[in-house]
């Protein structure tokens, strides 16, 4: 027995000790791992499993192999291209040890927002002999020109977006409920950039330019001794305040410029805006509405724009549910939330959720609770306090209780009529629609333009009404076959939980001669650097897409 385990034992020890020796000799027979090459850029990350985005102002381009690379079989088996052919001979081929750098020669300068492409071949070797599995494409595009930067004057190639900027009347700023008041001047100077660049074609806002919800709801909105006798009153009453006078007047000069066009897609707080009153405001203004208090706008094929609230249960049109209005719920929670704004508070996105039965009074408790609870207001759900003035043809108060009412006896019932009247391409549930009021749109715009079931397909869809500025492809990863990008929003920093002074650039493939469309997120900050006693403002990138004009 004894002997046995000793035998046991000695041959483990043999059979351990072979299998050592045969990885040692495997490792000095290949001393670099791999028996294939493998490459990727040394100071770029694949995006969305795609691509490399560069800097287009990049002066070469550097690969980094797995081995170090024979230098004499380089000609020939690195080959850049763009659209147009090779490149080669634009460039310098230069190696060392595991680094091959593709550079540029003088006079030649790679374009912003555009497709490149590194092609490998397989007679390309490292020093030890070894190759790539297979012919190696590595796709590379560079960044958009940044907005500061652009000389030629020849294009206009690019659409600068933004959205619910909610400028309000002077009652707002003198009680302390205006959502914008802190960021006038910033959006001044954002106007003033695009006036004056000469890439800009189109400047178009995605709706919420004016604020005609944001009132408290002790406070009438229509206001004889404050000029505001209706609607038209009210627009024009937030045109000529103080705060946003500057701000309008450059909107004027932007939409008389001529190479430059404005363009206004309705809003929810702006939904009783007409063409008429706003033409009066800015003459020479571009209206993209469709169906009251709602529009889009698609300046070319594949792209669309609108603010979003269609597919928002709470804040789009509901005409159907009262006859002869068109002021859904979202309304009142706006005006709940404004009183607690005049009373000292900041305000916070609130979440509404509903269930599968009775989804909006679920909604509706759930809004109005947090708000009251927030802002520590005291409020008599059951008195009639909510004075109307006229607006949306309402002219006698209201409850609390009473909206509350009033709304459930038939919102859910006349929901997929309200969506037929509202234009909505694919019709959705009750509960879809309630939480996209609080979610950041971006499913049910892929829901809506991206999927099979969409009447139309679009590969780039840009939202505001969120005040989420983003950028997402849909579906995620390199398959993806579009782009989901919202505004963002104008509103004071302190009432929003995400980055504010956000804008879009959009730089369509078929104006700038690319293959590619280019979304880019911006944020307008001061420029702090420098030490400068008077900082200007400047873009600020924060995030970039692009999709291939023939995915």
């Not at 929810?268 to 571009?286: F, S, W």
């Not at 420029?527 to 897409?545: F, H, R, T």
Request: net charge negative; proline share 6%; glycine share 8%.
């Amino acid at each position: 027995m004894k002997t046995k385990l000793i035998f046991s034992i000695f041959l483990i020890f043999a059979i351990g000790s072979q299998l050592i020796l045969q990885q040692s000799c495997k490792k000095k027979e290949n001393p670099y791992g791999p028996l294939y090459l493998t490459v990727s850029l040394t100071s770029s990350v694949m995006q969305n499993e795609a691509y490399y985005p560069v800097n287009y102002q990049e002066r070469s381009v550097e690969m980094d192999f797995s081995q170090p690379v024979d230098s004499s079989t380089i000609d020939g088996n690195i080959i850049f291209s763009d659209k147009d052919g090779v490149l080669n001979s634009m460039c310098k081929m230069i190696s060392s040890g595991r680094k091959v750098v593709i550079a540029f020669q003088p006079g030649f300068q790679i374009h912003d927002g555009w497709m490149y492409h590194i092609v490998i071949k397989t007679g390309l070797r490292s020093t030890s002999g070894v190759s790539l599995k297979s012919a190696t494409t590595l796709e590379i595009r560079t960044t958009a020109r940044h907005l500061l930067l652009d000389t030629d004057t020849t294009k206009r190639n690019s659409i600068v977006c933004i959205s619910d900027i909610h400028l309000g009347d002077p009652r707002s700023v003198a009680l302390g409920y205006c959502w914008f008041s802190k960021n006038a001047a910033a959006l001044e100077s954002l106007l003033s950039l695009a006036l004056v660049s000469p890439q800009v074609k189109q400047v178009v806002i995605l709706g919420d330019l004016f604020d005609e919800w944001v009132v408290p709801y002790r406070i009438s909105p229509f206001d004889p001794q404050a000029g505001i006798n209706n609607s038209r009153d009210f627009f024009l009453s937030i045109a000529s305040s103080p705060t946003n006078i500057n701000v309008i007047n450059k909107l004027k000069a932007i939409a008389s410029s001529g190479p430059i066009q404005l363009i206004y897609i309705p809003g929810n707080h702006d939904m009783l805006l007409t063409q008429e009153v706003l033409e009066e405001i800015i003459p020479g203004v571009i209206w993209q509405g469709d169906s009251t208090g709602l529009g889009h706008y698609s300046p070319l094929n594949e792209i669309i724009m609108e603010h979003g609230h269609r597919y928002d249960f709470f804040n789009c049109p509901q005409p159907l549910s009262d006859p002869g209005h068109m002021l859904p719920p979202g309304y009142f929670v706006s005006r709940l939330d404004a009183e607690g704004l005049a009373e000292g508070g900041h305000k916070l996105k609130y979440a509404a959720e509903g269930t599968s039965q009775a989804e909006f009074l679920t909604a509706w408790t759930v809004a109005t609770d947090y708000l009251i609870i927030h802002y520590s207001l005291i409020v008599a759900a059951d008195s009639v306090n909510i004075p109307m003035g006229g607006i949306d043809n309402y002219s006698t108060p209201f409850s609390f209780n009473g909206v509350r009412d009033k709304y459930a006896g038939n919102i859910e019932d006349v929901w997929p009529a309200t969506q037929i009247r509202n234009g909505v391409p694919v019709t959705m549930p009750v509960l879809m629609a309630i939480i996209n009021g609080n979610v950041d749109l971006s499913f049910t715009a892929a829901y809506e333009y991206m999927q099979n079931a969409a009447p139309k397909l679009y590969k780039i869809v840009a939202f505001g009404h969120t005040h989420n500025p983003m950028l997402k492809v849909y579906p995620s990863g390199k398959q993806y076959t579009g782009i989901y990008a919202n505004t963002g929003s104008w509103v004071n920093e302190e009432l929003s939980k995400k980055p504010v002074r956000t804008f879009l650039v959009i730089k369509p493939g078929e104006w700038t001669g690319s293959e590619l469309d280019v979304v880019s997120l911006f944020q307008y900050n001061l420029d702090s650097g420098g030490g400068n006693p008077d900082p200007d403002y400047i873009p600020v990138l924060l995030s970039e897409e692009s999709i291939g004009r023939g995915n």
